[in-house]
């Protein structure tokens, strides 16, 4: 069977896969965000919490929920690393140093998960345990929450309410959540991955020596990272590595993870806003972009020119013999247009037209289908983008779902798209004129480098801006600069766009609904799913393509 036969199989089981989850997954998640009775082990945690988890709130409550508990989350898991070397179970580790123990305090409350540092040489189980992977749960139930709450802005009317922070909160983590991973860390341990606290240890080599490993609860933060589109992982080598990712079957699995979530919630936003052909045609622009990508990246990684590459059959180097092209294609495609950023293979080795691909995946907003919640309400707000625009060329006032796009809805959604490009490009441009910036490139001498090492600086602040976390691995980011930069463009690209999001809802739940009549534009029908494709591919392009024109287009054809 050649590769690409095996490549396009693997991918039409994972479509198989996802289309069996997608309508009792996004049913279940739907029933749990609109169920009036709390569980019993919820009721306790209102309780620890002081939390009155039936009060309406309007969207500055619920917001100031969110940023007051992402506070918490910032703050605990700084001073859990500040302290790691008086801990037990610390595996002898030292304490981690300010900079970095706040870059990535910041990186895993953010649902990103960027990592500057080795995780096997700096944290202990307490902080991967008790820290990384808490947040690895509660980041991702807080994006779903915020996704909830602007789907219940397009749903209700006239009262600006829009739930309860706290119980969305806590739902999403005990009832979607710690079932999923329960099940997904069974089913990479019985397929052989680690879970133990055992010490560091020598292990031999095939090629005679030996070397230093460490093991840890790896397939419980595994799946979770996986399926919180997280993607912090426990060892350096992260998904590439055998006691996180040990073969062909884990690694489609581990795709699964990514996905089901986020395509599952366009079923639950149809049904929760009562029209489920509404959440097809969500489903059908994030499909249709996804697997676009995925056939540009394997034409790219299988097609791509050159001597070297022709005679090994594709562009083998930075990826695992386990998994081959096919299968590290999928997986990058998945990681860099949901907010996940875990990596099966060494994405600075792909071709410099597929390290574009994984740029521009980001750079649409990680939307298709995007992070776990955040990919849901970055798409509805592109979809009132859409909707404007159309508005606009026929002369008519916008409506999406029963609800007016007016001047403060349009404001709004604007500020939503414009934040993470600031961010993205300010501090790409600032770090390209700072010398000590400019020194962590570690491949200023190769072939090249001028253009890979600007697009290793761009993917770097493109990746923490949009809260993915993967990286080009010839970048030293474990700098002051960076550590700092990156987090905080980690932190203002996660809940700047939150705030404009709630407001959002807040104001589209205060309205009154607009019937339907013979010039309301049909936004369930596929005639709207290409112009939303359209209109983020165009915005995507407008925004970004003269620092692509700079980074991977220039190296591609060079």
């Excluded at 119980?167 to 052989?192: E, S």
């Excluded at 562009?315 to 495609?333: C, L, N, P, Y």
């Excluded at 002369?395 to 939503?416: H, M, N, S, V, W």
Aim: hydrophobic share 50%.
């Amino acid at each position: 069977m050649s590769p690409l036969l095996a490549a396009v199989l693997q991918l039409t089981a994972l479509v198989a896969a996802l289309a069996l989850a997608y309508r009792p997954l996004g049913d279940y998640m739907a029933a749990v965000y609109s169920s009036p009775r709390h569980l019993r082990i919820e009721k306790v945690v209102y309780r620890c919490i002081g939390a009155n988890a039936d009060a309406e709130m309007r969207w500055p409550a619920y917001l100031r929920g969110v940023l007051a508990f992402s506070a918490a989350g910032v703050l605990l898991l700084y001073v859990l690393q500040r302290v790691q070397g008086g801990m037990p179970l610390s595996l002898g580790f030292a304490s981690i140093s300010p900079d970095q123990a706040f870059n990535t305090a910041a990186s895993f409350v953010a649902n990103t998960n960027w990592q500057s540092y080795s995780g096997e040489q700096a944290m202990g189980h307490v902080v991967q345990t008790a820290g990384l992977a808490v947040q690895n749960f509660v980041s991702a139930a807080t994006g779903m929450a915020v996704a909830v709450a602007l789907v219940r802005g397009f749903a209700r009317s006239r009262t600006g309410d829009l739930g309860n922070f706290w119980a969305d909160l806590v739902r999403g983590t005990i009832r979607v959540l710690v079932p999923i991973a329960v099940i997904g860390a069974l089913v990479l341990v019985a397929c052989g991955a680690v879970q133990n606290f055992s010490g560091i240890h020598e292990v031999g080599q095939f090629m005679g020596g030996s070397q230093q490993t460490n093991g840890g609860a790896v397939a419980s933060q595994e799946v979770i990272k996986e399926l919180g589109t997280n993607g912090g992982g426990v060892f350096n080598a992260n998904s590439a590595h055998p006691f996180e990712n040990p073969d062909a079957f884990t690694n489609l699995f581990e795709i699964f993870l990514i996905l089901v979530i986020p395509f599952a919630l366009t079923r639950t936003f149809g049904r929760l806003v009562g029209n489920v052909r509404q959440g097809y045609a969500v489903l059908a622009t994030m499909g249709v972009i996804w697997l676009g990508f995925t056939a540009l990246m394997m034409w790219t990684e299988f097609a791509h020119g050159g001597p070297a590459l022709q005679a090994a059959g594709a562009a083998m180097e930075g990826k695992e013999t386990r998994f081959g092209v096919g299968s590290s294609a999928i997986f990058s495609v998945a990681t860099t247009l949901t907010s996940t950023g875990a990596v099966d293979s060494f994405h600075s080795s792909f071709t410099a037209f597929g390290g574009g691909i994984q740029l521009l995946g980001m750079m649409l907003g990680e939307i298709a289908p995007g992070g776990v919640g955040s990919g849901l309400y970055g798409m509805l707000v592109m979809a009132i983008i859409a909707v404007f625009i159309a508005g606009l060329m026929v002369g008519r006032t916008p409506e999406y779902l029963g609800k007016k796009i007016g001047t403060r809805e349009i404001k709004l959604a604007a500020c939503y798209i414009l934040i993470t490009p600031t961010l993205v490009l300010g501090f790409t441009a600032a770090s390209m004129v700072l010398p000590d910036a400019l020194g962590s490139m570690l491949n200023t001498k190769a072939l090249g480098a001028g253009s890979h090492g600007f697009s290793e600086v761009l993917y770097a602040f493109t990746s923490g801006a949009n809260n993915n976390g993967s990286a080009f691995g010839g970048l030293n980011a474990n700098t002051p600069w960076y550590n700092i930069t990156i987090g905080l463009a980690m932190l203002l690209g996660r809940f700047l766009p939150m705030v404009f999001v709630l407001a959002l809802a807040g104001s589209l739940a205060e309205q009154k609904p607009v019937p339907e009549t013979a010039g309301t534009l049909r936004t369930e029908k596929p005639l709207f799913a290409g112009l939303l494709v359209g209109t983020i591919l165009i915005i995507t392009g407008l925004t970004y393509f003269p620092a692509l024109a700079l980074g991977p287009l220039a190296e591609g054809l060079s």
